[in-house]
Antibody, heavy 121, light 105 residues
Framework: QVQLVQSGAEVKKPGASVKVSCKAS????????INWVRQATGQGLEWMGW????????GYAQKFQGRVTMTRNTSISTAYMELSSLRSEDTAVYYC??????????????WGQGTTVTVSS | EIVLTQSPGTLSLSPGERATLSCRAS???????LAWYQQKPGQAPRLLIY???SRATGIPDRFSGSGSGTDFTLTISRLEPEDFAVYYC??????FGGGTKVEIK
């Protein structure tokens, strides 16, 4: 079945970087965009950006420009999201999600299980 | 950047009642890019509606979406116990709305 499996929880110090992975299975990895979304505890969903695994093209939310990098390794069907210069406000659950284009719409149809990133000194 | 505003913030209803959730955009949004998601505590979001009005696979027909331009609506015709959750709208490739929590009255 189609699924996205993310890497495990991370604890980082302020100023450090974190790299979260998202392994796709059950479909052709290069045929669908991967989006990243985060959610702080008790808060709403925050879209961070997208990546086209085929071309490597990316688009980032303005808030994260300069701090986020989305990459991929097509040989192992895995997408990565690296966030640098971490601060306490980056403590959140990070999700990857597949962007699917339907006949009359486009949306995030499959989600990873989430990766908890804690930033603490 | 388009801002999506959801209302109300919280909706208190009883099972069997009808729920109407609003998502208003700060400028016109293509209906093709408007989706609704459901999220329960401790779970990843789940796609409900894409293209403003098309139900995703496996979504019961009590869920329906409508709207165009700047005003979109998610309607749950008769609330089931499993429908009490938080609902988000999103313009694909952009921000989410702040969410509406549907709670048991």
């Amino acid at each position: 079945q189609v699924q996205l499996v993310q890497s495990g929880a991370e604890v980082k110090k302020p100023g450090a970087s974190v790299k979260v992975s998202c392994k796709a299975s059950g479909y052709t990895f290069t045929s669908y965009d991967i989006n990243w979304v985060r959610q702080a505890t008790g808060q709403g969903l925050e879209w961070m950006g997208w990546m086209n695994p085929n071309s490597g093209n990316t688009g980032y939310a303005q808030k994260f420009q300069g701090r986020v990098t989305m990459t991929r390794n097509t040989s192992i069907s895995t997408a990565y999201m690296e966030l640098s210069s971490l601060r306490s406000e980056d403590t959140a659950v990070y999700y990857c999600a597949r962007g699917r284009r339907f006949l009359n719409g486009v949306s995030l149809d499959v989600w990873g299980q989430g990766t908890t990133v804690t930033v603490s000194s | 950047e388009i801002v999506l505003t959801q209302s109300p913030g919280t909706l208190s209803l009883s099972p069997g009642e009808r729920a109407t959730l609003s998502c208003r955009a700060s400028q016109s949004v293509s209906s093709s890019y408007l989706a609704w998601y459901q999220q329960k505590p401790g779970q990843a979001p789940r796609l409900l509606i894409y293209g403003a009005s098309s139900r995703a696979t496996g979504i019961p027909d009590r869920f329906s979406g409508s709207g165009s331009g700047t005003d979109f609506t998610l309607t749950i015709s008769r609330l089931e116990p499993e429908d009490f959750a938080v609902y988000y709208c999103q313009q694909y490739g952009s921000s989410f709305g702040g969410g509406t929590k549907v709670e048991i009255k």
